[in-house]
Nanobody, 119 residues
Framework: QVQLVESGGGLVQAGGSLRLSCAAS????????MAWFRQAPGKEREFVAS????????MYADSVKGRFAISRDNAKNTVYLQMNSLKPEDAAVYYC????????????WGQGTQVTVSS
C-alpha cells in the first residue's frame, strides 16, 4: 500500500533551520505532484509548498517565501522541505501529500512530523 513517511522534525531556536524529508513507497513517485502542508494547534491545515512531478513548477505560501525550499529526488522517492530562518509561527505538524498527475485533490497523506520553534 502507499506510504508517505515524514522525518526531520524537532525543536529548533528561532532563526534556525530544519530539513524535512518525506519518503514515499507503494506508488510511482515520478507520476505524483508533491506538497507540504502544516497544521498548528487550533488552526486549520494550510498549504506550505508544492512541486510538480518533474520539479519544473514550484509554489510557496507567501508566509514562507524566501525562507523555505521544496525539492524532490525521484530516484530516491523522496521530497524535501528545507526550512531556514524559522519563526515561532512556523511551529506546527508538517505533512507531506501526494497528488497524482491530473487529479484535483491530494490522494495520500503522511502521518506528520512535529516542528517546534522556541523564541
Amino acid at each position: 500500500q502507499v506510504q508517505l513517511v515524514e522525518s526531520g522534525g524537532g525543536l529548533v531556536q528561532a532563526g534556525g533551520s530544519l530539513r524535512l524529508s518525506c519518503a514515499a513507497s507503494g506508488l510511482i513517485f515520478s507520476t505524483y505532484d508533491m506538497a507540504w502542508f502544516r497544521q498548528a494547534p487550533g488552526k486549520e491545515r494550510e498549504f506550505v509548498a508544492s512541486i510538480r512531478w518533474s520539479g519544473s513548477s514550484i509554489m510557496y505560501a507567501d508566509s514562507v517565501k524566501g525562507r523555505f525550499a521544496i525539492s524532490r529526488d525521484n530516484a530516491k522517492n523522496t521530497v524535501y522541505l528545507q526550512m531556514n530562518s524559522l519563526k515561532p509561527e512556523d511551529a506546527a505538524v508538517y505533512y507531506c501529500a501526494a497528488q497524482q498527475i491530473g487529479r484535483l485533490r491530494y490522494d495520500y497523506w503522511g502521518q506528520g512530523t512535529q516542528v517546534t520553534v522556541s523564541s
